[in-house]
């Protein structure tokens, strides 16, 4: 291999750049995604006129697309009237117990600063004024995963009865999405996945009808280069390189694309393909290189 595939060449333009950006922007609402939309959409709309505390559990890998599931779900309610309530979403962290959650939701609810000292009882009080104030129509949490994480099974069922009163309270539905570490939540309280009871999960792509749809919804929408390669030569290969995750996937066709577009005729081969593989991987091997072995 040459030492010039992984030779420094200075800063990208800002055309080049453009282009990376417009890999980065193609959403693909691919079957899954689509069926577990359709399910959170259901329910939702269901426990605007039915009291039936309930919720959803989105399980993934990571870099399969939970966020961008939830943000989908939040931008299609929040063209809702403000008299129907649009989605409550926030992002938990590390550090997740009672007063997390609570604080994390006083914020999505509209208040500008929580108080310096705050106490649970007041974020409580705080809460549910700004729910009684608003109706929401789901609270979707992202990175839930963390409610389950480490030796702390007392913290997160908590947490979970936290939520699972505010469910009861003010009926709306919960759609959490994490890592397959969301599963533990059925032995540490079961009570609250009995309310959560449906659940779905986000595999990686297989090498199937499936991966090449997403591979040809990428070609047709990126237009700054072309992009065919990847459903005919490349098609196997980006799979092997990717190991069907979107986020590499997605990692990878970006570096590829900028590097097409710095050459005159604007069109990803297998050699801006291998290139873009070790922008987002790193060290790579000849012999794991599946760019490479196509073109032997």
């Given amino acids: 291999m040459s030492d010039d595939m992984n030779k420094y060449s200075g800063p990208r333009s800002p055309e080049t750049l453009k282009v990376g950006e417009q890999v980065l922007n193609v959403v693909v609402d691919h079957q899954v995604f689509r069926r577990i939309r359709d399910a959170c959409r259901d329910l939702i709309h ?3 006129t039915l009291r039936t505390p309930s919720g959803i559990l989105i399980l993934a890998e990571p870099g399969m697309g939970k966020t961008l599931l939830l943000d989908l779900i939040n931008r299609e309610f929040s063209k809702t009237s403000q008299l129907e309530g649009n989605c409550l979403q926030v992002a938990l962290d590390d550090a997740v117990d009672q007063r997390g959650i609570a604080s994390a939701m006083a914020l999505a609810l509209g208040y500008p600063a929580l108080p310096s000292r705050p106490t649970l009882v007041a974020l409580n009080h705080m ?15 992202d990175e839930m995963q963390h409610v389950c994480e480490g030796h702390k099974d007392i913290t997160a069922r908590a947490a979970t009865d936290w939520l699972k009163v505010r469910m009861d309270i003010f009926n709306f539905p919960v759609i959490g999405a994490g890592t397959r570490v969301l599963e533990r939540l059925t032995v540490i309280n079961p009570q609250f996945v009995s309310r959560a009871s449906a659940s779905y999960v986000i595999h990686p792509f297989a090498f199937d009808d499936q991966w090449r749809q997403l591979l040809a919804a990428f070609a047709q929408a990126v237009q700054a280069v072309d ?6 030569t490349a098609c196997r290969a980006l799979h092997v390189a990717t190991g069907g995750n979107m986020r590499m996937l997605k990692r990878l066709l970006m570096y590829a ?13 297998l050699e801006s393909l291998s290139k873009g593989l070790r922008d987002a991987k790193g060290d790579v091997s000849e012999a794991s290189d599946p760019f490479q072995r196509r073109q032997s």
């Fill in 46 to 48: 269901t426990m605007r």
């Fill in 257 to 269: 694309c900028m590097h097409a577009a710095t050459q005159p005729e604007k069109i990803v081969t």
């Fill in 127 to 141: 809460v549910s004024v700004g729910l009684e104030r608003r109706r929401a129509a789901a609270l979707l949490i």
């Fill in 227 to 232: 992009l065919s390669i990847v459903n005919t």
